[in-house]
């Protein structure tokens, strides 16, 4: 604070840098509430902690206290930056963050997570929790012989994640942008989860983006839409599938009851669901939201013009679920060697079929097919399309890009699922994936094939 005769006072250890200067500003009060904050979670001051750990640099709170989220440590960061333009600009925006951090899964509700990609273009995660509770689902140490959070024995184990499913995938340039960069990124991710009713069951989840271009096909950041498309869409769902019900921002119904689902960062559910089908839909439809709104602010922010599609499905008890934004397409190809498309194009071009003014075959070769009139980034806020379906053991689900569909009808999607129906489904990607680029390859053409167990 600032006396009469201009002096700087406050309260040792608690001032901000430039308040020590005789400076006192708005930004102040900010990195006096981080120092406060940080002594509640941790009980240090920023300076006893420094010394008490021997650190070089102040210890993040989560370090100190285990029972604090991990996600705390970057707003008290932030509120505590040395240069007062780098800290929040009001006590209610530093507030709502961090309120918003201290409901994030603590680290040690996630499960192990394991990724085996490295391709820039593709995420693989398997999550799997290690000497899992046949009834909770939630992690235990390998010596454990009975759930430190249920107290149920652990000598019957959960499902493994891998007998969901069998998958492929391959994203590949094509041949039109072969010296561009490939715009695509495929998702896929399997686990264990622990949120739904008891007891637990494994899931698949799958999401295919296509970063859009802009006029005469030029690049304007389509591939780092799709990609922050993708892992908002994993950084959404990982934790409300798999992290312990306790630390989730939603509520989820255990058994036959139902319950009302709290709040998470980008809306309020104010409603209750009467199943776990419901609950999913909304899950995926919030993953989407989500990934929408971060392209759009970041279109905002640095005045740029990103924009994807989005497609994601997600396999729990047989059954698909699936949400989509764009034109990237899911399929299903049952026992009967019948191909189902789930989506609905959002183009132009599909709605010219829709109005019978176009006939479907001629939209792969229409001008129109790539004129989206719904995307990732459009708004604020956008529809997303959902659908459901039963699958059953050898089911094959079919998520690829336009680049694959613009080049192979569905009818030829068809033949060649089912003539490479008995092969693995890495060949069988590998197989659509160059098929569409002998066919011209008119775009990146990526493709996840999916085999139910």
């Known amino acids: 604070a600032l006396t009469q005769r201009g002096w700087a006072v406050g309260t040792e250890h608690y001032v901000a840098p430039e308040q020590e200067h005789g400076k006192a500003i708005p930004a102040s009060d900010i990195y006096s509430m981080g120092v406060v904050a940080y002594q509640l979670l941790t009980g240090l001051l ?21 029972m604090v989220p991990q996600a705390v440590d970057a707003v008290i960061e932030r509120a505590m930056e040395i240069e007062p333009s780098m800290r929040y600009s009001t006590a209610r925006e530093f507030a709502d963050a961090f ?16 990724i085996s990609s490295g391709n820039a273009n593709v995420i693989v995660r398997t999550i799997i929790p290690e000497n899992p509770c046949g009834l909770c689902g939630q992690e235990n140490r390998s010596s454990s012989r009975f759930c430190r959070h249920c107290g149920h024995s652990l000598e019957d184990t959960s499902p493994m994640v891998t007998e969901v499913c069998q998958v ?35 899931f698949s989840l799958f999401a295919v983006a296509d970063g859009l271009r802009g006029p005469q096909g030029k690049s304007v950041g389509g591939h780092e839409a799709s990609r922050m498309a993708i892992e908002t869409v ?11 019900s306790s630390s989730s921002s939603f509520r989820t119904p255990r058994g036959n009851a139902s319950s009302t689902p709290g709040t998470n960062s980008a809306s309020t559910l104010s ?5 776990s089908d419901e609950l999913l839909k909304q899950w995926l439809r919030e993953g989407v939201q989500q990934a929408n709104q971060v392209v759009y602010h970041c279109n905002a922010d640095y005045e740029t013009t ?17 949400a989509s934004v764009g034109d990237s397409r899911a399929y299903h190809l049952n026992g009967n060697n019948s191909l189902r498309r789930l989506t609905t194009d959002h183009t ?8 019978g003014l176009l006939q479907p075959d001629e939209v792969s070769s229409s001008p129109k097919r790539k004129r989206h009139y719904r995307y990732l980034g459009q708004a604020g806020r956008i529809p997303v399309d959902l659908f459901q379906c039963e699958v059953a053991v050898d089911d094959l ?21 089912v003539k490479s129906r008995g092969t693995d489904p890495q060949s069988m990607a590998h197989s659509l994936v160059d098929t569409a680029n002998l066919a011209g390859g008119d775009g990146n053409i990526s493709a996840i094939v999916i085999r139910v167990q």
Not at 183 to 196: A, P, R, S, W
């Open 397 to 417: 689900i079919l998520l690829c890009t336009d680049g694959l569909w613009h080049m192979l009808p569905d009818e030829r999607l068809r033949e060649l699922l």
């Open 168 to 202: 492929g995938y391959v994203s590949d340039v094509g041949r039109r942008y072969a010296t561009e960069e490939n715009e695509d990124m495929l998702l896929i991710l399997q686990g264990l989860c622990v949120n739904l009713a008891p007891p637990p069951q494994p």
């Open 99 to 114: 309120c918003t951090a201290l409901k994030s899964p603590l680290l040690s509700d996630m499960p192990t997570i394991h």
């Open 46 to 66: 920023p300076f006893q902690a420094v010394v008490r750990s021997r650190a070089a640099e102040l210890p993040p709170p989560s370090k100190l206290n285990p």
């Open 271 to 275: 409603h209750p669901f009467s199943s």
């Open 306 to 322: 990103m924009a994807s599609t989005l497609t994601v499905s997600m396999i729990y008890r047989r059954h698909l679920y699936v």
């Open 234 to 244: 994993a950084d959404v769902l990982v934790p409300l599938l798999s992290a312990s």
């Open 348 to 355: 132009l071009a599909a709605r010219l079929v829709e109005a």
